[in-house]
């Protein structure tokens, strides 16, 4: 499959549910990918990526943002309070506000800094005890501590239980949304993303469909 296959594929999805076109943003997931296929798909002119992990950024992405203007860089993987501030140089949007101390981090470091990058809270949604996220039951409470502390909250991100009906956690990711007054809804990923667009997905992330299969990290 090629970025062109997706980005129809996702016009269509946009069709189909009504919305504009244009209105869910596709993250391409360069995380373990080689320089040369990230530099492919940059090439063709596309210019959001996500990464996992904020070190394996810092190692790939300044030298890309010298090179390609207007890159949009997003951090979809769980953040370390102690990576908090490259994290906050370095991405336009972090998805992955998942308890109350990375929040206290965050909003110190944009008062330091003097910006913040947009944010996205990340619910368990399926409540498993090995993934991050706050607890649906407890999502309404976390969002308001921080807009307490003036954080730029633009949506929730969830990442589904794999044996799942996915379009049930997006469901209720978009009912804990609305009810606080969210717009932004990054869920979706390569096999499921056009179900996710149908219940709302504003960003959808999509990595092995455009990129191929990862390369196993070295050591």
Same mark, same amino acid.
């Given at each position: ?55 394996e ?27 908090a ?10 998805? /992955?506000?998942?308890?109350?101390? $990375? *929040? !206290?981090?965050? +909003? %110190?470091?944009a008062?330091?800094?003097g ?34 502390m ?16 996915? /379009?049930?956690?997006f469901?209720? $990711? *978009? !009912?804990?949304? +609305? %009810?606080?007054?969210?717009t ?8 499921d ?20 299969e ?6």
């Open positions: 499959m090629s970025l062109q296959d997706i980005t129809a594929r996702i016009a269509k999805a946009e069709t189909s549910a009504g919305r504009p076109a244009g209105s869910a943003k596709l993250i391409a997931v360069s995380k373990v990918q080689p320089d040369e296929r990230v530099r492919d798909v940059l090439e063709q002119g596309h210019r959001c990526f996500g990464e996992n992990r904020v070190q950024a810092a190692g790939k992405w300044p030298g890309f943002f010298e090179q390609y203007s207007g890159v949009d860089l997003h951090l979809i993987g769980p953040l370390q309070t102690n990576k501030r490259q994290a906050v140089e370095l991405f336009s949007t972090i998805h /992955s506000v998942d308890r109350p101390k $990375l *929040a !206290k981090t965050l +909003a %110190r470091l008062q330091e800094v910006q913040c990058p947009d944010l996205f809270i990340q619910v368990n949604t399926g409540e498993e005890e090995q993934k991050a996220g706050i607890l649906p039951a407890e999502a309404d409470a976390f969002i308001a501590e921080c807009r307490t003036d954080l730029p909250v633009q949506g929730l991100m969830c990442i589904p239980p794999v044996d799942e009906e996915p /379009s049930l956690h469901a209720l $990711l *978009a !009912k804990i949304a +609305a %009810r606080n007054g969210l932004g809804l990054s869920m979706g990923m390569s096999g993303f056009e179900q996710a667009i149908a219940l709302g997905a504003t960003h959808v992330r999509v990595g092995s469909a455009i990129f191929g990862r390369v196993k990290a070295q050591g």
